[in-house]
């Protein structure tokens, strides 16, 4: 993804990042409290931190999506994460998010990653199909109840 794209993406995606906290369980504040931390953190100055890399998910000239990768700062690194990927909702069911994910373990691997993990959120059950699909594996499951 081009600098000059970075501050738009930024702002679209931690709006979404926010709701799908909330969507989640949290409050909206705690949602915007965790954003800030993360992207303060991962975007220091609006750009990302040595490592992360912002990908534009395209069909020809068109943009379907985006997929951001790097390592894990607390891991060392060869543990590798990705932090966000998204296929545009016209664009989905048409196997880019898939091939999206190829490139991600490709490119991490080539870096010197030895694995790739993600986090999906449990509502999200397209999502989590095509992660199994390609061989993703539970590490630790997080379960609430609503009182």
Same mark, same amino acid.
């Not at 990653?113 to 993990?117: F, K, R, V, Y």
């Given at each position: 993804m081009a600098v000059s794209e970075l501050p738009a993406w930024l702002a679209s995606v931690k709006a979404e990042y926010v709701e799908s906290r909330i969507r989640a369980g949290e409050s909206r504040n705690e949602s915007q409290a965790n954003a800030d931390a993360s992207f303060n953190r991962f975007f220091p100055? /609006?750009?990302p931190v040595e490592g992360h890399l912002i990908f534009r998910v395209c069909r020809e000239d068109e943009s379907v999506g985006y997929l951001w990768i790097g390592p894990q700062l607390d891991s060392g690194p060869d543990k590798w994460w990705v932090w966000d990927i998204e296929i545009y909702?016209?664009?989905q069911r048409h196997g880019y998010g898939r091939e999206a994910m190829i490139l991600a373990e490709r490119t991490a691997k080539q870096l010197g990653? #030895? @694995? +790739? /993990?993600l986090n999906v959120f449990g509502y999200n059950t397209s999502a989590r199909a095509l992660y @199994? #699909? +390609?061989g993703y594996e539970p590490t630790s499951i997080r379960m609430a109840k609503a009182l």
């Open positions: 100055g /609006g750009v909702k016209q664009h990653a #030895s @694995e +790739l /993990g @199994e #699909s +390609l």
